[in-house]
């Protein structure tokens, strides 16, 4: 079972930036899709990016196409979400997500979790 830990949170200003990190322990991620995800009060859960294992496939949702940037970097077993252009509708808990059940990331189902980085964006 892999734990994943998720930092770079914060609040800043729209049009600002943060870089997100999710460092996974248990066992390697090297082998396996990886995906942020996010979650605004009172709304579902929602896709944001995924990564295939080697990084040389990304999928972006298109709130978020051209804004954000995922990256991996195995020999760390770490994710990154760059996040650039923030706007105040990007507010929310991002997660990261290890293991998806098919190849179509965007409709993959994700086994492992993190707990979560609060992300404030303001006006």
């Known amino acids: 079972q892999v734990q994943l830990v998720e930092s770079g949170g914060g609040l800043v200003q729209a049009g600002g930036s943060l870089r997100l990190s999710c460092a996974a322990s248990g066992r390697t991620i090297s082998t396996t899709g990886m995906g942020w995800f996010r979650q605004a009060p009172g709304k579902e859960r929602e896709f944001v990016a995924a990564?295939?294992?080697?990084?040389?496939?990304?999928y972006y949702a298109d709130s978020v196409k051209g804004r954000f940037t995922i990256s991996r970097d195995n020999a760390k077993n770490t994710v990154y979400l760059q996040m650039n252009s923030l706007k105040p509708e990007d507010t929310a808990v991002y997660y990261c997500a290890a293991d998806p059940n098919r190849s179509n990331y965007y409709l993959a189902e994700f086994r492992s979790w993190g707990q979560g980085t609060q992300v404030t964006v303001s006006s």
């Open positions: 990564i295939t294992w080697n990084g040389g496939t990304t």
